[in-house]
């Protein structure tokens, strides 16, 4: 395969990852909401927990977005 | 692109919009060189200013310690005491002295943020939204981890390092534990800064997108493409940019959220 197309197709492969994130992200607000339905009581002090699983959930979607800047931008353009 | 004879590339070469001009650190006065080195004001620069300006007069406008306080004094309290009870609760009563770097942290964010997303361009002028830029998000991360450190050495001395030591762990499992806890705790600077870096970087590149798609919808020759292309782009446009907002606040908020945890592990060790 050619070097410039595979940069392509590699960056394309790496919105998979962002995908995958957003599944992530997903997961995360909708385990909460779920069992904030069930305690609403408890809920509001959960809040922080709730931003620090998306926030790791997230970066790693970040990540792949950054890998595909790297071989759109960086890498050989 | 070799395939397209001259003329069509030449055409293609010009309708194409691109989504990263608007990252593009421009020179406004040529200041100074300092060994060889341009010191300049920059588009960054000016923004940072702006972001300052507006914090400023925001703050000025609350701080007049009315008895009952109006609507302007109500939000910057409203601000106030989310940060200061988001680090009394993570931190505990001594997080009150970490209070004010963290503020500041969370409103230059959110005010950098939030202007970058103006949409001035339609008068002309470009907003430059500066923590788009890893030197910029990254300084404030190095920040961060700096007072970790400083505050962590200075409390607990060399038994800061028993931070890299789970509680409760069998002994034997140390030497996979503690590498682990490491390189996780080496690599908070990192993940601090760009988090909010690509964030916002992403943002405005799928913005950014999306109006190429409008304006050269808007050129085509077809009659029927600003229609079916056009029209449906800016709506979701307009729908990617309240998205945005919530973007904006939220990574401003998960930053000096992570920033008053990970000062709770110098002040408290676990």
Partial sequence: MDAEAARLLGAGLAAIGVGMAALGVGNVFGSFLESALRNPAAADSQQGRLFIGFAAAELLGLLAFVVAMILLFVVGA | MGYLNGNLYV??????????????VQSMADLFTIGGQQIAFTNSALWMLVTLAALWMFMLGGMKRELVPGRWQ???????????????????????????????LFMFILFANLLGMLPL???????????????????????????????????????????FVPHGAPWWMMPILV?????SFMV????????????MTAGHILLKVLAGFVINGLNAEAAWVPAVVSLPSFILMIGISVLELLVAAIQAYVFALLTSLYINDAVNLH
Wanted: zero cysteines.
């Fill in chain 2, 11 to 24: 055409a293609a070469e010009e309708g194409k919009i691109d989504p990263m001009h608007q990252f593009e």
């Fill in chain 2, 74 to 104: 109500a939000a910057v309290e409203g601000v106030t005491g989310f940060i200061s009870s988001m680090m009394t609760t993570n931190i505990g009563p001594e997080g009150r002295k970490y209070t004010p770097y963290v503020f500041s």
């Fill in chain 2, 121 to 163: 361009g339609i008068i002309g002028l470009h907003p430059f939204t500066v923590t788009s830029h890893l030197t910029v998000t990254g300084v404030l991360a190095i920040v961060s981890f700096s007072i970790v450190l400083v505050v962590g050495f200075l409390r607990h001395g060399l038994h800061f390092f028993s931070l």
């Fill in chain 2, 179 to 183: 590498p682990v806890e490491f390189v």
């Fill in chain 2, 188 to 199: 908070r600077p990192f993940s601090l800064g760009l988090r909010l870096f690509v964030a």
